[in-house]
């Protein structure tokens, strides 16, 4: 008899195996996997810290005292990020090597830590094209009148490197005027 109906056996296997499947999705979806705690929040920097690197491609800032990498920061650029700035008004962030050499409690954004741009051969390129550099580029936090715990999408200054508010405190406690800033492009 079972060999006029083989379709049967084949019939009874393939309920068995939907059985089983159904159990087994059943079973997943009542286990619930907890998600990873978040990471313990880093110590506070302390000391000084003597450079800061920027990748823009990666929109990567990382700074180091003595060699040593100590934090890293997610940022924003300016508006058109690509490229080294050229003009005033192209939304560029510049490239190269800088210095810290000034701090502005009052910004209008939440802190902020000017470099020497534009440097001599800033000017001198700009001149040479008739046009001017343009200027005070700052590492930053957010507009005042952004509450703290937002921080703006993408790429939006007109030039600056943006951080958190948390983050440009941090980095306002931790940096000297004269600390080394390289911004790569």
């Not at 100590?70 to 560029?92: C, H, M, N, T, W």
């Amino acid at each position: 008899m079972a060999a006029r109906h083989p379709w049967r056996r084949r019939l009874i296997r393939l309920t068995a195996l939907m059985l089983v499947v159904l159990i087994g999705v059943a079973l997943w979806r009542s286990v619930s996997i907890a998600p990873p705690p978040p990471p313990a929040p880093l110590p506070p920097l302390t000391g000084t810290i003597d450079l800061i690197e920027l990748d823009k491609s990666e929109r990567r800032m990382t700074v180091y005292r003595d060699g040593e990498a100590l934090r890293s920061y997610e940022v924003a650029l300016g508006f058109a990020p690509e490229g080294d700035k050229q003009i005033e008004g192209d939304g560029k962030t510049p490239e190269g090597e800088f210095r810290i050499d000034r701090r502005n409690g009052q910004s209008q954004f939440h802190l902020s830590l000017g470099i020497n741009y534009p440097r001599a051969q800033d000017r001198a390129r700009a001149a040479a094209q008739g046009v001017s550099p343009g200027g005070d580029i700052f590492f930053h936090g957010q507009p005042n009148k952004l509450p703290d715990i937002l921080r703006r999408k993408g790429d939006w200054t007109a030039g600056c490197i943006a951080l958190t508010n948390a983050e440009i405190e941090e980095l306002w406690r931790v940096t000297p005027i004269g600390t080394r800033v390289v911004i790569r492009p």
